[in-house]
């Protein structure tokens, strides 16, 4: 079993820069996959990032080159530095988690997560 907790979401002026963190407790982090997904009112969830055990990275393509997703295996932490936001990036963003230790470990749908955090809202004012 993995909890997730985020934490960093709040308001911020288009153009700027959040950070999110998510804590993971349970064993073995370092095998899992991770990831971040957002959803807007009234829309499905979507995948944003996600990193795997060897720490190859891919991104949804509307965040490439302003998002950085990033993990440390020594505090079972995973991270998503936000640059240059944008009103469109505004959305509850979710940690989730699989486990997967093995090579071509990623996963961009919903359905191959087994474990997800609260959320936490991200807002960016125009």
């Known amino acids: 079993q993995v909890q997730l907790v985020e934490s960093g979401g709040g308001l911020v002026q288009a153009g700027g820069s959040l950070r999110l963190s998510c804590a993971a407790s349970g064993r073995t982090f370092s095998s899992y996959v991770m990831g971040w997904f957002r959803q807007a009112p009234g829309k499905e969830r979507e995948f944003v990032a996600t990193i795997n055990w060897s720490r190859t990275t891919y991104y949804t393509e509307s965040v490439k080159g302003r998002f950085t997703i990033s993990r440390d295996n020594a505090k079972d932490t995973v991270y998503l530095q936000m640059n240059s936001l944008k009103p469109e990036d505004t959305a509850v963003y979710y940690c989730?988690?699989?486990?997967?230790?093995?090579?071509?470990?990623?996963?961009?749908?919903?359905?191959?997560?087994?474990?997800w955090g609260q959320g936490t809202q991200v807002t960016v004012s125009s």
């Open positions: 989730a988690a699989y486990y997967c230790s093995g090579y071509g470990c990623f996963a961009r749908n919903v359905d191959a997560y087994d474990y």
